[in-house]
């Protein structure tokens, strides 16, 4: 789920570098971006839960866009990358392409915003009890995962759902920036003979990766070899110093050689291949 504001310029932009340079001196603040040859993704550190994106659209528009579960800091991006996109092009900017937007902090206001995050978290729970599955929501570094656990963990900490938000903004801070420059295993798509039929697959090197991401299947490599077993095993096999850092994914910390034997040697024993 997300929000999208378009803004329809008089004068272009001259660059998407000027947007990220005039936000980050309306409030002299730090603003850390990951750009890509389409999308300017933006978003304060430490703090953010989610990312701001602006893009170009067709028909020489601009977004900006915001995704569920953002904390009221991502919010305060929102409406200030969309402010001076309006300031640098003159612009008028609308709710979905659609309906106009006069004043920014009016329409977005803090009712907005506080039914806006209720909303997302309530579907967010429909959708992990409906599923049956963790669902993943993405984060400035990586996809963080909520399932029943984390409901009833939420749910158990606050019988006030603002309160379980900010519960649940918690713990994917610790996930996000505990570590500087967080490394996830990457995760590949499966080559199936049902076309119906979709896995993937995520592998561990010895300490390579500061985070384990959520797959179908686990392959642990040892140089020479590989051994898959079901990721869902992996809560069986795993060292004892990875803990959970949200519902299924793991905080992957440096193994002595020790160790490292210890989980092979497990691992090999369980292997499906």
């Not at 978290?121 to 599923?131: A, G, H, N, S, T």
């Amino acid at each position: 789920m997300s929000i999208e504001t378009y803004i329809r310029p008089i004068k272009p932009l001259k660059n998407f570098d000027i947007v990220l340079d005039y936000v980050g001196n309306m409030k002299k603040r730090e603003i850390m971006l990951l750009p890509n040859e389409m999308i300017y993704k933006i978003h304060l550190p430490n703090i953010s839960i989610k990312q701001i994106e602006y893009s170009k659209e067709p028909g020489n528009n601009y977004s900006v866009r915001i995704t569920s579960l953002a904390c009221k800091e991502d919010w305060d991006l929102y409406k200030d990358t969309i402010k001076a996109i309006l300031h640098l092009t003159q612009g008028q900017a609308y709710y979905e392409n659609e309906s106009r937007i006069d004043d920014i902090d009016t329409y977005y206001n803090d009712k907005y915003i506080r039914n806006a995050q209720l909303s997302e978290w309530d579907i967010m729970k429909k959708l992990v009890d409906y599923e049956k599955k963790p669902i993943g929501t993405y984060c400035p570094f990586g996809w963080f995962y909520i399932g029943k656990n984390t409901v009833a963990e939420m749910e158990a900490y606050s019988s006030d759902e603002m309160k379980q938000i900010e519960r649940l903004w918690y713990y994917i801070r610790i996930a996000q920036y505990e570590l500087p420059h967080p490394q996830y295993t990457p995760v590949y798509d499966l080559l199936e003979k049902e076309e119906d039929k979709k896995r993937t697959l995520t592998g561990y090197n010895l300490n390579e990766f500061s985070y384990i991401s959520y797959a179908d299947l686990f392959a642990l490599n040892d140089g020479n070899d590989s051994y898959l077993i079901p990721y869902e095993k992996l809560k069986e096999q795993k060292p004892k110093s990875w803990a959970l850092i949200d519902e299924v994914q793991y905080r992957a910390r440096a193994l002595s050689e020790y160790e490292w034997n210890e989980f092979l040697n497990r691992v090999k024993k369980n292997s499906i291949i």
